[in-house]
């Protein structure tokens, strides 16, 4: 490869890796919103993905072919256990009873001297290969699209615009709602996961309040008609502050207005197209 | 010492209740996350220090600078929220909104005031503080107290007690059907702003006074604290808001006191958690529908 | 190929050094400008431009002036390695200074470690800092070498026991708190309690009860600033007084902390390497510049940031061309004295010497050398 080339390859690795990631974090936020939930839990699930691999790495040695897939059974799990009280609320309730438990896991993380407290973990090999996480994120947009088209997609489509009237048409809601939260947290676990071993260093205060909103943000801008909304939004909103790095300080400003202006002007997302789908 | 931990538990959930209780309001009438509502608190605090600064005594510069709060939060909210409401947006497109301009707000006060952090001059109330009983506490925390106790009762005679507390009530319960009574809920929307956003700056200047740091982030650090107040007491529910208040203060302190310090931020989580699985109501509440 | 363009470079430079003298040499600075810790990288960043402007007088590698570029990180992991990868990869740095937190600093030196260009932290103070390569030196004291120092003026102050407080949530903090209890351990001090807070929090009033009715002879802490400046405006609330001692961490040394607290303050002992009123004519130099640039008191970030920024110009010097690894080796050969006092740089890249750390009492809301 050419010198020039490189560099900027390097250059800009990182956010590579971040707009792969960031691409994920927002279809484990697109499944819950399609499904009409406003689960806000994604952060937390992608912490245990994290800390979860990590431990497998570090403690255990496992290879990372074996640690990747694993990653998700923490979240699953926490998802499973949680589920059950936390899916009868729903609206804003869910919304901030999913943000309770990402901070009690903050505690624990801060808490728990095996998982590094404030220090976090560090010295992660770095497995994750930019081209991993776009196979990922390639894979998961190509289930979430055939998954949205076929009846599935329609009932959680029947969920979202009405949860009461889909139960009716004979939709099992309660598991569809489980469903998703777990497809969820496989999503937000693998992400976690992959960022892990993607910048040799974890710490607790990445996977709290501001990560969730942040992750939320993702889709909302996005539009959540398909799974590629959410994704274009992730993009978006990690390439703005480096395109405002020349602003310095202001561009948190700036940053925060594009997305009141894109939810005012744009109430469907920047990507108002809807999936299409085969007639019932 | 046990004495003096559930003083420091009631002073601290009288900080909690004061920031919560405009936040109950905003949310349970207007029906939004409003996550601007801290940065109402913010300003209300940098008033107060400019109006400190000035010359002015606290007793005129804590109204002056919840009026100054209030105005904040009512041109905020217009710019922000009126279009929203006027198409009946969900609560999603308002969290987004407001997300995006709490971001925006507190990176241009930053850049505007700067990050350090300022204390309001140390003579405004005086340095004192009563011994009794083997208790201590300082005036400025008494101030917390009494002001809470007032403000909490003022607000209950409001809507409780008045033609406006009908309609703000009215509001809260059935939008669509104020709307048609004939109540101008655009209005209503502005003026229930004003007065959430004044009882935002108003506690912002007293527990800016009390830990003695104002700066402009101070209003988002007490947002996940008020998250718990609100939905523990119940949306909407002043008493419940105070009530709440008190109890996240008293928990938090009894368990670093007695139990790990370390687990005083979870233990107010993992309550809100709790709650939120067995009584989705509030812990005071009466049902509401909404919530399941 | 990076090597041979610089041998290139350095050949031409042999040849024709008028021509190439005007170029400058790229150098990098990864800060927190925004964001709620923006006030550390808004000081390191005062100290590193009047560094610059002293440097940039008589420029280096024979009048080649150097240009800084100074970058937000926002105080984020991801915000800090973006960073420094766009300093290195496209202006081209042949060094790095910061980032400002530990924890940053855990995430970017790897990536710069790796790249092979020379990272100087100026306020990263945690263990294990240069553990990660040995691409990786600091400038700022270890908390290590400074709490013993500080330790030991509280017992001869008559110490026997002492309570630990510390933030739980910042990686500086914790790892402060570790020092300190080592620290305390090996000094013979008994520990009565533990308790910590999170750096966020305004009310520290249940741990302090509790410590209180223990009744330890000091209160270590461990904490930036804000935090240490709110637990001591509230341990005088509940009627802490003269009686006890406390110790503050390297977060305590801030003129903030009599700005926040203001008498609250008073009697508390901090370890420092650097003290504003130092008499030696360099650091006086240097308050004075500040003063005059800036229009305030200069603090021990932005002390130790200048420092920093005139040992890199120095070692740049000594390399004799603006080469990344020739800039790290020269670094080692660090013989610099300057606000800070005489400073190397230990094998293991750390400063080698304590003997600056004075220590230093808050009175009347500012600090003086503690008798």
């Known amino acids: ?280 | 010492m046990l004495a003096q931990q559930l003083a420091n538990g009631v002073l601290l959930g009288a900080t909690y209740a004061l920031f919560a209780l405009g936040f109950t309001l905003m949310f349970g009438v207007l029906r939004v996350i409003n996550l601007v509502y801290g940065f109402y608190f913010t300003a209300g605090a940098f008033f107060s220090l400019w109006l400190a600064q000035a010359g002015w005594p606290l007793i005129a510069a804590l109204p002056a600078a919840a009026v100054g709060a209030g105005v904040v939060a009512v041109a905020l909210d217009w710019l922000l929220l009126t279009r929203l409401r006027r198409a009946h947006a969900d609560e999603l497109a308002s969290l987004m909104v407001t997300l995006g301009a709490v971001l925006a707000l507190y990176a241009a006060a930053t850049a505007w005031l700067g990050p350090d952090i300022r204390r309001l001059p140390p003579d405004l109330v005086g340095g004192g503080a009563v011994d009794a009983i083997g208790v201590r506490v300082t005036f400025a925390q008494l101030l917390i107290l009494a002001a809470c106790g007032a403000l909490v009762g003022l607000l209950v005679l409001l809507v409780r007690g008045t033609t406006l507390g009908l309609a703000i009530r009215a509001m809260a319960e059935k939008p669509d059907a104020a709307a048609l009574m004939g109540i101008d809920t655009a209005r209503l929307a502005a003026l229930v702003s004003f007065i959430s956003g004044s009882l935002a700056g108003a506690g912002g200047v007293l527990i800016g006074l009390n830990f003695n740091a104002i700066h402009p982030y101070m209003g988002e650090q007490m947002m996940l604290r008020g998250f718990v107040v609100v939905i523990v007491g119940g949306l909407g529910d002043i008493f419940g808001a105070l009530l709440a208040g008190l109890l996240l203060g008293v928990v938090e302190v009894l368990t670093a006191g007695y139990l790990a310090s370390g687990l005083k931020e979870a233990v107010g989580f993992a309550i809100l958690v709790l709650v939120l699985w067995t009584r989705p109501a509030g812990l005071f509440g009466r049902a509401d529908a909404r919530r399941a | 190929m990076r090597r041979r363009a610089a041998l290139v470079a350095a050949v031409l430079l042999a040849v024709a050094p008028a021509a190439l003298a005007a170029e400058p040499v790229p150098v990098g600075a990864v800060e927190i400008l925004s964001g709620p810790n923006a006030a550390y990288g808004i000081a390191i960043k005062a100290g590193l431009d009047l560094a610059l402007d002293a440097v940039n007088a008589k420029g280096v590698l024979g009048g080649r002036p150097i240009a800084l570029t100074v970058e937000d990180s926002g105080g984020t992991k991801d915000g800090a390695i973006n960073a420094a990868r766009k300093l290195i990869g496209r202006d081209k740095v042949v060094a790095l200074i910061g980032p400002t937190l530990s924890n940053e600093m855990f995430a970017v030196g790897p990536v710069t470690n790796a790249r092979g260009v020379p990272t100087i932290g100026t306020s990263t103070t945690a263990q294990g800092i240069t553990d990660i390569g040995p691409f990786i030196f600091r400038t700022s004291l270890p908390e290590s070498d400074v709490l013993p120092v500080t330790l030991k003026k509280a017992i001869a102050r008559g110490a026997k026991t002492i309570a630990l407080l510390y933030a739980n949530d910042d990686a500086f903090s914790k790892s402060g708190f570790d020092t300190m209890q080592a620290a305390a351990r090996a000094a013979g001090l008994r520990i009565v309690a533990t308790e910590s807070f999170g750096s966020k929090d305004t009310d520290f009033s249940a741990q302090l009860t509790k410590i209180k009715s223990l009744n330890p002879d000091a209160i270590g802490i461990s904490a930036l600033v804000e935090p240490i400046s709110g637990v001591m405006l509230q341990a005088r609330q509940l009627g802490l007084g003269k009686e006890t001692l406390f110790i503050g961490g390297n977060g305590a040394n801030s003129p903030k902390l009599g700005q926040i607290a203001g008498a609250a303050a008073d009697g508390m002992l901090v370890g420092s390497p650097w003290f504003v009123a130092k008499p030696d004519r360099l650091n006086q130099d240097f308050v004075t510049a500040f003063r005059a640039k800036y229009g305030k008191e200069p603090d021990q970030f932005a002390a130790q940031a200048y420092d920093a920024m005139l040992i890199l110009a120095e070692a740049i010097d000594r390399a004799g061309v603006a080469e990344p690894a020739k800039i790290r080796d020269a670094l080692l050969a660090t013989d610099h004295t300057g606000p800070m006092g005489p400073f190397h740089f230990t094998d293991h890249r750390d400063p080698s010497s304590t003997e600056g750390v004075v220590v230093l009492e808050m009175h009347g809301g500012a600090f003086r050398i503690a008798d």
Do not use: K
């Open chain 1, 1 to 280: 490869m050419e010198a020039w080339l490189d560099d900027l390859f390097w250059t800009y690795q990182n956010l590579v890796v971040s707009l792969g990631i960031n691409g994920l974090l927002a279809l484990s936020m697109y499944v819950v919103l399609a499904a009409g939930q406003l689960s806000l839990g994604q952060a937390a699930f992608m912490g245990l993905g994290a800390y979860s691999s990590v431990l497998m790495t570090l403690a255990w040695g496992w290879p990372f072919w074996l640690v990747l897939p694993a990653s998700c059974v923490a979240p699953v799990a926490f998802a499973l256990a949680v589920g059950g009280p936390t899916l009868r609320l729903s609206g804003v309730y869910l919304a901030i009873a999913t943000i309770g438990m990402g901070e009690v896991l903050r505690a624990i993380y801060l808490n728990v001297d095996a998982l590094g407290g404030a220090l976090g973990l560090s010295g992660i090999p770095e497995q994750a290969s930019p081209l991993l996480i776009y196979a990922v994120l390639a894979a998961a947009l190509a289930v979430l699209w055939l998954v949205g088209r076929s009846g599935l997609g329609r009932a959680m489509e029947a969920m979202r615009e009405d949860a009461t009237a889909a139960e009716a048409t004979g939709v099992d809601v309660r598991r569809m709602r489980l469903g998703v939260l777990v497809a969820s947290a496989v999503l937000a676990g693998l992400a976690g996961a992959l960022s892990a071993h993607a910048t040799d260093f974890i710490g607790p205060n990445d996977y709290g309040f501001e990560p969730a909103v942040t992750i939320l943000s993702f889709a909302l801008l996005g539009g959540v008609g398909s799974p590629f909304g959410p994704v274009l939004g992730a993009s978006v909103l990690t390439l703005l502050p480096e395109v405002f790095r020349d602003f310095a300080n202001l561009r948190l400003v700036f940053n925060g207005i594009v997305i009141v202006l894109a939810v005012l002007f744009l109430p469907r997302g920047l990507l108002a197209w809807r999936m299409p789908r085969r007639a019932a």
